[in-house]
């Protein structure tokens, strides 16, 4: 079987619906096909500061989340970035080998530090795409499940295994980043041509899944548009309506264009007033199953345990060979 790795940082709490429509859902198809390894990035999560308490709460948080998406323990390997020590080793190797304008090319570092101030962003955040190198190539990855907008990290970390594979051994597999075209960026509900992301300077485009259903009724109801009146699927002339579509088709499982047939001559109140309740029919099971696995913090700790376990072994085997092949010496 072909090898997916993705994670999730267990910062904001709820995850959005970018989140789980441009990744999770993936991830939850992918591990009936491939040997999946799913993390949550706890050591990325740091790069930006955290509160201790909160980070713990947030990683059960998350792991509750991405159960109630559908990720079976039985059928996928799920665990902790930080109780797998090898991707901070490996991490530490592939530092070594990237250049430091390679890494300064890096778009959503740029963002971020913006946003944060130059003189506030961190090392740890600098360096978080080449940690990221080393979350894959640890589990040789075929195929890396994300979003858009982390396809230059996917793309640097085939860049990472080529150059270590010429310089000492065929050693990593190259990954190739998987990604769903018609998912690959939800866009804000207030901003239609921004990612919706947990960052967004106001939250009244920002869809979260643990939120009341109620509020993000309301978001769906009060989505930016455009002045015309025809539903039609037109990323570039109409982007608000065609996020909206984006959103219900893949909930539903309905095509575009029998959605744009079903609504047409109706008005986008009728389309989003539709979608506000396709969401709270989908959102309500969902945040009940994770309150259900929160409820029981000891089963949820356990299954991480045996998830680092099976994790630990394959990370342990690539990091291994690694250390020889760069030429460190054995500890007897
Ligand atoms: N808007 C989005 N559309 C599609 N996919 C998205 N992802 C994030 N936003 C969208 C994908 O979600 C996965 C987990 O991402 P993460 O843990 O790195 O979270 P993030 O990217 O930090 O989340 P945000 O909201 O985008 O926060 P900021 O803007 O602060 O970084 C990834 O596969 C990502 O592609």
């Not at 665990?79 to 090319?105: D, I, K, Y």
């Not at 949820?300 to 760069?326: F, I, M, N, P, Q």
Request: aromatic share 8%; net charge negative; proline share 5%.
């Amino acid at each position: 079987r072909p090898r997916v790795l993705s994670g999730i940082q267990p910062t904001a709490g709820s995850f959005h619906l970018g989140n789980y429509l441009g990744a999770v859902r993936q991830w939850v198809a992918l591990q009936e096909t491939h040997d999946a390894f799913y993390m949550l990035a706890d050591l990325h999560a740091i790069t930006v500061p955290q509160d201790p308490a909160e980070l713990r709460a947030n990683s059960r948080l998350a792991a509750a989340q991405l159960l109630a998406a559908g990720l079976d323990p039985e059928r996928c390997t799920l665990f902790v970035q930080s109780h797998v020590p090898e991707h901070a080793q490996l991490g530490w190797v592939m530092n070594c080998l990237t250049g430091f304008g390679e890494a300064s090319r890096m778009t959503q570092f740029k963002d971020k530090s913006a946003r944060h101030g130059a003189d506030r962003a961190t090392v740890g955040l600098f360096t978080y795409p080449i940690l990221q190198v080393a979350d894959i190539l640890l589990y040789q990855a075929d195929a890396v499940p994300v979003g858009e907008d982390q396809r230059q990290h996917v793309e640097l970390t085939r860049d990472l295994a080529e150059r270590f594979n010429a310089r000492y051994a065929p050693t990593f597999t190259v990954p190739g980043a998987h990604i769903v075209k018609e998912t690959a960026k939800i866009y804000d509900l207030q901003d239609p041509t921004a990612k919706m992301s947990k960052s967004a300077a106001s939250p009244k485009g920002l869809v979260n899944l643990l939120d009341e259903p109620k509020t993000s009724a309301k978001k769906f109801k009060s989505a930016v548009t455009d002045t015309d009146t025809v539903i039609r699927y037109d990323p570039e002339g109409k982007p608000g309506v065609s996020n909206l579509l984006t959103v219900y088709s893949t909930l539903t499982g309905t095509g575009i264009a029998e959605l744009e047939a079903q609504y047409e001559g109706k008005g986008y109140g009728a389309l989003k007033t539709d979608l506000a309740e396709v969401f709270v029919e989908w959102v309500t099971p969902f945040r009940d199953r994770t309150q259900e696995y929160l409820g029981d913090p000891e089963t949820l700790d356990s299954l991480l345990a045996k998830g680092a376990e099976k994790a630990r072994a394959v990370a342990a085997e690539t990091l291994a060979t690694v250390y020889d092949r760069v030429g460190f010496l054995p500890a007897k």
